[in-house]
């Protein structure tokens, strides 16, 4: 079963404006992930924030965690057409093994020009 | 880098064939992880390696599924007999060990599997 809810499914927005898409779930876990997908491509990891982290920047993208609300955002600053993809979170947990990652519905961003 | 690799890219057979899927993961990752997709239920792991051994394989849907790793550099998904609901894009990912990995995981470009 999936672990994480994101929301919106999809979200349309103009190059130039912010978009920001939620992630909830549902156990505890050792760290949280957003990953991008473009069409007919396979994923490509952005970002971690870790259980005891809040808040986490990389270039235009800002993270937030709230493991009380155990919900976490993605803030893309300064959208570009390029910036059109699949966007989901994944939730790590620790397992004997190693992490184990369990992927959220995702959004579907669209950034026209 | 190459990434990961997988073959083939593109699989169009009959239902109650054999499928084998492959994956190279990138050198030097000693996790690989099996990925299903389909829009109906989404981004599903099947199974997972750590240093070649199975360690996960509660996401694998019935007998029909079946995984190996016979070495670090080289793993295989094989379905038989496919059905037509097995039709989905089938990931693998590679990883450097957990939880020291700040990058995540590593996707290949996908196989795109469709059961007539």
């Known amino acids: 079963s999936q672990q994480g809810e994101e929301d919106p499914q999809a979200l349309s927005i103009q190059e130039g404006e912010n978009a920001t898409m939620n992630c909830s779930y549902k156990t505890s876990i050792n760290n949280l992930q957003w990953y991008r997908q473009n069409s007919g491509r396979g994923l490509v990891h952005l970002i971690l924030i870790r259980s005891n982290e809040r808040e986490k920047h990389s270039g235009r993208l800002r993270v937030t965690l709230d493991t009380s609300k155990k919900s976490s955002s993605l803030l893309i600053t300064a959208s570009r057409a390029a910036d059109t993809a699949s966007y989901f979170c994944?939730?790590?947990?620790?397992?004997?093994?190693?992490?184990?990652?369990?992927f959220g519905t995702g959004t579907q961003l669209k950034v026209e020009l | 880098d190459a990434g990961v690799i997988q073959s083939p890219r593109h699989e169009v057979t009959e239902m109650g064939q054999e499928v084998t899927l492959r994956c190279k993961p990138i050198s030097g990752h000693n996790s690989l992880f099996w990925y299903r997709q389909t829009m109906m239920r989404g981004l599903e792991l099947l199974i997972y390696f750590n240093n070649n051994v199975p360690i996960d394989d509660s996401g694998m849907p019935e007998d029909r599924f079946s995984a190996k790793m016979p070495n670090a550099s080289f793993s295989t998904l094989k379905i038989q007999p496919s059905e037509p609901r097995d039709s989905a894009v089938y990931f693998c990912a590679s990883s450097l060990p957990g939880p020291i990995s700040d990058r995540g995981q590593f996707f290949g470009p996908g196989t795109r599997l469709t059961v007539l």
């Open positions: 994944a939730t790590s947990i620790l397992t004997g093994g190693g992490n184990k990652l369990t």
